[in-house]
């Protein structure tokens, strides 16, 4: 009796065993004799070892890692080298690439998925090249701070069109789930808060519960939209009351307090009791000199009934601001964050110049971006 339930038990663990789900990747890496390859999983969690070899002199290789119920990342690495791939089922992926340049000739046989993935990639590190340009241009002051600020959308406005239409192809696959992920300089490049590119990461969860429900990813990036979602309903309740703010009667706005010119620290709440126009602007820019003279005609009609002027600078060249703004009648102060001002977002500033008018209350009774209104827009708060 004793040895039949031996048997059994053996049986049993074979049978185990062999029912293991797994896959393989297998392969051959050129120029990377005497070379350690390295089989790594991107997981939630980080990067993950999973085996290593030292390659021989005729390239061949062969992994295998236990399989997931849902599509997973790995890379192999050769030093500080590395090429992502995606195993999207139970498979044995046959791949190919040149050691001395593993991220550019990696190749996965037959497998449209991870020429997707190869191909995001590729778009992925062209936009880094163009948005480092753009950087360096910027602090070399080679470009102003309004033409950065075009020029960097524009680039980010093409790969998001080209890229979603890749995700909602098949919002279900790897590579979809892959895209939304992608980040520059550690910064998402889909921005989850931002209400377009936020449906794109509502169509790759849904399609990940519907298809892989219960599994870590599939939690993760639920998880992940609806923190994302509840951010931007609050921003958006927050925006709509600038957006509208005609309608709107005691807007609780929030308090700035920036340095003038001289170094004073002066807070936009301070002039509590005048009407106040909160213009943001950029000095170093091709519309600054005309907007600063149709503001001082406003200005200049009402200064003498209570009225002031509370100028926000994103100019990131302080000296040339200064300069600027040093003979200005009104109160002119920076944000040292330049275009990366968090006030922009708080205030809904989607575009310079921006204006919005504050009656004698405190609260915000006008929005202004076409300053043909500003006149008539001040006369109805005074």
């Not at 185990?16 to 089989?39: H, P, R, Y």
């Not at 098949?170 to 980040?183: E, L, R, T």
């Not at 106040?276 to 950029?282: E, P, Q, S």
């Not at 200005?328 to 809904?348: A, G």
Request: proline share 3%.
């Amino acid at each position: 009796m004793n040895k039949l339930i031996l048997i059994f038990a053996v049986v049993l663990a074979i049978v185990s065993c062999n029912s293991e789900k797994t896959f393989e990747v297998k392969g051959i890496l050129s120029s990377a004799a005497d070379q350690t390859l390295i089989l790594e999983h991107r997981g939630l969690g980080g990067i993950e070892f999973v085996d290593s070899l030292k390659m021989k002199e005729n390239g061949k290789f062969s992994f295998k890692g236990k399989a997931n119920p849902n599509p997973e990342f790995y890379q192999l690495r050769i030093g500080n080298q590395a090429a992502v791939f995606v195993v999207d089922s139970l498979e044995t992926l046959v791949v190919s690439a040149d050691g001395n340049d593993l991220s550019a000739t990696f190749d996965v046989k037959d497998s449209p998925v991870n020429t997707q993935i190869k191909q995001i990639d590729k778009r992925t590190q062209g936009l880094k090249k163009i948005i480092d340009g753009l950087n360096n241009k910027h602090s070399a002051k080679q470009i102003d701070d309004v033409v950065y600020l075009t020029e960097l959308d524009s680039v980010l406005t093409e790969y998001k069109a080209e890229i979603s239409k890749l995700i909602l192809g098949n919002p279900a696959g790897a590579a979809a789930y892959y895209a939304v992920f992608q980040k520059i300089n550690d910064q998402l490049i889909f921005n989850p808060y931002d209400k377009k590119d936020y449906a794109m990461y509502g169509a790759v969860a849904t399609s990940w519960d519907r298809f892989y429900p219960e599994t870590p990813r599939s939690k993760h990036l639920h998880d992940f939209v609806v923190n994302a979602l509840k951010t931007r309903r609050q921003e958006e309740k927050q925006a709509a009351l600038f957006e509208n703010a005609q309608v709107v009667s005691s807007v609780n706005m929030p308090d700035i307090e920036l340095a003038d010119v001289g170094g004073a620290k002066v807070s936009l709440s301070s002039l509590k009791g005048k009407t106040v126009v909160l213009d943001f602007t950029v000095y170093n820019s091709q519309f600054s000199p005309k907007h600063n003279i149709d503001l001082k005609k406003v200005y200049d009609k009402y200064r003498s009934s209570g009225f002031e002027i509370y100028q926000i600078s994103l100019d990131s060249d302080e000296h040339f601001w200064k300069n600027a703004a040093n003979n200005l009648p009104w109160i002119t102060v920076r944000d040292p964050q330049s275009v990366y001002s968090s006030f922009l977002s708080v205030y809904n500033v989607n575009k310079v110049p921006t204006a919005f008018v504050i009656d004698k209350k405190g609260d915000v009774v006008a929005r202004v971006e076409d300053y043909g209104n500003l006149d008539a827009e001040v006369t109805k708060a005074m």
